[in-house]
Nanobody, 117 residues
């Protein structure tokens, strides 16, 4: 059982930056994919960014060029650097860990990000 704890959310003005952290309770070295999702009020949860165990990254079109996902295996932590924030980025951000075999997935409790205009 991997426990994930997000932190770093808060209130920021449009154009500002935040860095989210996702700390895992055990080594993330063998976790196949670490993913950031977000869910805005009244909307479905959407994928924001993904990083694989070999460091490959992928981003939603809405955040490309503004957000950067990274991982520090030594600290068992995944980060999401968010720059040029927009009010449309307002959501609860969730960290997700995915293991392919055997298939398992774990979620954090979420951290609120609010961007004011």
């Amino acid at each position: 059982q991997v426990q994930l704890v997000e932190s770093g959310g808060g209130l920021v003005h449009a154009g500002g930056s935040l860095r989210l952290s996702c700390a895992a309770s055990e080594s993330i070295f063998s976790i196949n994919r670490m993913v950031w999702y977000r869910q805005a009020p009244g909307k479905q949860r959407e994928l924001v960014a993904t990083i694989t165990s070999d460091g490959s990254t992928n981003y939603a079109d809405s955040v490309k060029g503004r957000f950067t996902i990274s991982r520090d295996n030594a600290k068992n932590t995944v980060y999401l650097q968010m720059n040029s924030l927009k009010p449309t980025d307002t959501a609860v951000y969730y960290c997700n860990a995915q293991i392919i075999f055997p298939s398992r997935t774990y979620w954090g409790q979420g951290t609120q990000v609010t961007v004011s205009s």
